[in-house]
């Protein structure tokens, strides 16, 4: 939507949360799959929000991950799924202030090495090939880059950057 020009009167952190609440509001529900670190697939209802991340803020500095910094030994997935429309926009403030991760015990965070996820098959099962109807993309650095199926896996000391001597949350 921002690419669209949604919003574009809109500066600042305040786009981020007009694009949020446009996105909530306009959701469709779908069902997938998803395998973290290689355990065994689970099925869920895509309303809500998954975040795979190495830092705490993003969005304009929603604290998405809170605590977490670049230089853990895994990436951090945050699941908040089979939330309703209102349980979204209920979460946009602790989301902001990173308070949310516990909420309504939908709301969880934990480290991730390897991540799956797809469409189930045209009679519900996991299915390694089935591709979403209407499509399910996946953003990268909000980005809409990926589709289902896709998969992620973390490995450590791949990227160097320059910068303060100490970050935070380290």
């Not at 509001?25 to 395998?35: I, P």
């Not at 190495?54 to 939330?83: M, N, W, Y």
């Not at 991730?112 to 390694?128: K, R, Y």
């Amino acid at each position: 939507m921002k690419i669209e020009g949604k919003f574009k009167w809109i500066r600042g952190h305040l786009k981020y949360t007009a694009l949020g609440i446009r996105a909530i509001l306009g959701w469709k529900s779908q069902k997938a799959w998803m395998k973290i670190n290689g355990a065994d697939a689970n099925i869920v209802d895509m309303q809500g929000l998954f975040v795979i991340s190495q830092c705490e803020t993003f969005g304009g500095g929603f604290r998405v991950a809170p605590g977490i910094h670049p230089k853990r030994d895994s990436a951090t997935l945050l699941i908040a799924l089979g939330l309703s429309k209102l349980q979204m926009l209920m979460v946009m403030g602790p989301l902001e202030k990173g308070t949310h991760v516990g909420m309504w015990d939908k709301i969880t965070m934990e480290d991730c090495q390897t991540f799956e996820i797809g469409a189930l098959d045209s009679n519900g099962n996991v299915s390694a090939d089935a591709t979403h109807n209407p499509t399910l993309f996946v953003t990268v650095d909000g980005e809409s880059c990926l589709t289902t199926p896709c998969s992620f896996e973390f490995h450590a000391n791949q990227l160097i950057v320059r910068g303060a001597n100490k970050i935070p949350n380290e």
